[in-house]
């Protein structure tokens, strides 16, 4: 095996030396800090490899200078030949005999011992870190000024007593360690550190193992059984397990958790535990790096060794074993845990139930509105018959002469014939006949006063009798018989078109009277400063029954056509403001409307339309 990698290795520094050029030219033209890492096995043996790359990272980020960062592996670290670093020593040194280096970084023991070892016949200025190295495999006493270390210390019998905490009855302790030079050197010491465990853990060491037996040993485990993987880069039956593989096949058939030392191998197999932080290693490491290629001195920094940091477990690892969270050790960091629906939809259910609340408060509040319209409604519906009645009231004052005139003439011809009837019953000659023409008229008088009286009654009393089939003609004659008298005094000219084909309507006769009176009653008002003066009042079948209202007199304002139907808006001197409002709102309550316009020869139309389904 010596003699292959003797072969090996100078062709692989020719073809190096033949890239180099091309892989490290810059085009700012500036020349590039030249740094190697020089890893233990190979740049992806865990958990060196997670270190370099996180290192990398650390350093590119940030160097104010371009970096010619170059990763070596000390493959001879796997055997143990009498002298396997001959042909690697020779490399190198072909490799960087006119490109020296402006760093070196050292993983590992294995690399820490290579680069101590041969420090003065390779790199003997330049400067050197020895990073993720235990303390106890540097030798302090060969450090050169040019050389500083970051190292970490390893305390088994903590990542022991983690197992035993979170899992207190563990029996049986299975130790994942390879057969390589390095890997026995710590087996040795693995054996040390779990002394004070012997009368509580049966230990299986798994060093002599193919890794293929391992993995059956492992599937079949004892209950109470525990993993712990302490290195795996080659088993005992020599073959290298790079990557990731090694410890995914490991978790896969195993019936025990896996526990471990360092959080390279933490994130899907490993439950966790105090272990040593990658990240924070490397950036301690990628720190000191930038201060020496900035020209401080290696020897002058002084860094103390690393311990494990915070412990950190894998929730979905807890889950699977049964690992309670009581059962972690004190500030232990729990990851991967899988949201509760209360943490993964927290926002969502805040908003459900900001929604349900919001409905329930508007539902009580549309309840309450419900009621408290209804009560409004029953008031308002009281509030406008009264307002009704009160402006019935009033009417009847202002048509007092003309209801005294109504009922005055069937009262004076009552009497006049009742005279006349007394003398021709007194007669010397009998005239039974016009005596009994008298009476009847007498009696027709009679009945029309009665008719007088009873309209006025009914018109301005508080009642308000249900619906009935109601003669339009015959209200709008009605009406215009009680102001008569205000028509001759204020010499009015009433003109009149009913049509004598208007079907009866379904409606409040006294409430509809009340509105064509109103009406009738402005329209002579609005005529006592104008000339001429002229009232007309229609009555058309024109999809429904409407009467039409028109005068002469002075008008509406147009910015008062908006207003004139809203309550206590008014503009007569002792208006209420209520007479429109409460037309309005009965013609409305027949399902009908009341608008007004411009009126043709000045003056305003009142026009009223009831649907013709309502007959």
Request: hydrophobic share 45%; glycine share 6%; net charge neutral.
């Amino acid at each position: 095996m010596g003699n292959h990698i003797r072969r090996i290795y100078p062709i692989a520094g020719v073809i190096f030396l033949l890239l180099t050029p091309l892989v490290c030219s810059t085009p700012l033209g500036a020349d590039p800090k030249r740094v190697m890492i020089l890893h233990s096995f190979g740049r992806d043996f865990r958990p060196w490899g997670q270190t370099a790359r996180t290192l990398r990272t650390e350093l590119n980020r940030q160097s104010p200078w371009p970096l010619d960062i170059i990763d070596q592996s000390l493959a001879t670290a796997r055997f143990s030949d009498d002298d396997p670093d001959a042909p690697f020593i020779d490399y190198l040194r072909a490799l960087f005999a006119k490109h020296p280096l402006d760093l070196i970084v050292s993983l590992g023991g294995p690399a820490a011992g290579f680069i101590q070892r041969h420090r003065r016949q390779l790199f003997p200025a330049a400067p050197v870190i020895f990073t993720a190295v235990e303390q106890r495999r540097i030798q302090y006493s060969d450090l050169t000024e040019n050389d500083t270390v970051l190292a970490i210390v390893n305390d088994h019998r903590v990542l022991f007593g983690n197992i035993l905490q979170v899992l207190p009855d563990t029996k049986t302790v299975a130790v994942v360690i390879g057969n390589s030079p390095n890997e026995k050197l710590w087996l040795e010491d693995l054996r040390e550190a779990v002394k004070p465990f012997a009368n509580r853990i049966a230990f299986t060491w798994y060093s002599d193992f193919s890794f293929e037996d391992i993995l059956k040993h492992a599937a079949a485990l004892p209950p109470h059984s525990a993993i712990y993987w302490s290195l795996m880069n080659m088993d005992a039956a020599g073959v290298a397990h790079e990557g990731d593989t090694a410890l995914a096949r490991l978790h896969a058939v195993a019936n025990a958790p896996i526990f471990s030392y360092n959080d390279a191998f933490f994130g899907g197999e490993v439950v966790g535990g105090p272990m040593h932080s990658v990240i924070e290693n490397s950036k301690r490491a990628a720190d000191v790096a930038i201060r020496i290629l900035g020209g401080e001195k290696a020897d002058d920094i002084k860094m103390p060794p690393s311990g494990f940091a915070r412990a950190k477990f894998d929730w979905r690892q807890m889950q699977r074993w049964g690992i309670s969270e009581s059962r972690l050790p004190l500030g232990s960091e729990i990851l991967f845990r899988s949201p509760t629906t209360w943490e993964q939809y927290r926002l969502q259910i805040l908003a459900i139930v900001a929604v349900v609340l919001i409905q329930s408060a508007l539902i009580s509040w549309l309840i309450y509105e419900h009621r408290r319209r209804n009560r409004a409604e029953v008031l308002a519906r009281n509030s406008i018959s009264e307002l009704t009645h009160m402006n019935r009231v009033a009417t009847a004052g202002e048509l007092s002469a003309s209801i005294a005139h109504e009922v005055n003439q069937p009262l004076a011809g009552i009497v006049a014939r009742a005279g006349a009837a007394r003398r021709w019953l007194t007669a010397e000659r009998l005239d039974i006949d016009k005596a009994r023409a008298a009476l009847d008229q007498i009696e027709a008088a009679g009945h029309r006063a009665g008719d007088i009286i009873r309209n006025v009654k009914a018109m301005f009393s508080r009642d308000t009798r249900g619906e009935s089939q109601v003669d339009i003609n015959k209200l709008i004659l009605i009406v215009l018989r009680l102001v008569q008298i205000d028509l001759r005094e204020h010499q009015i000219n009433l003109q009149t078109k009913l049509d004598p084909q208007l079907p009866p309507i379904l409606g409040n006769p006294v409430q509809l009277q009340q509105v064509i009176l109103n009406l009738v009653m402005n329209a002579i008002d609005s005529m006592r400063s104008v000339q001429p003066r002229v009232l007309s009042v229609r009555s058309t079948l024109d999809g429904g029954v409407r009467v039409s209202i028109e005068d002469t007199g002075i008008g509406i304002d147009p910015s008062n056509l908006d207003q004139i139907f809203k309550p206590l808006f008014t503009t007569k001197e002792h208006g209420m403001g209520m007479g429109l409002s409460i037309c309005r709102s009965i013609i409305k309550s027949h399902n009908g409307r009341l608008w007004v316009s411009d009126g043709l020869s000045g003056g305003s139309i009142f026009q009223i339309e009831l649907p013709a389904n309502i007959i």
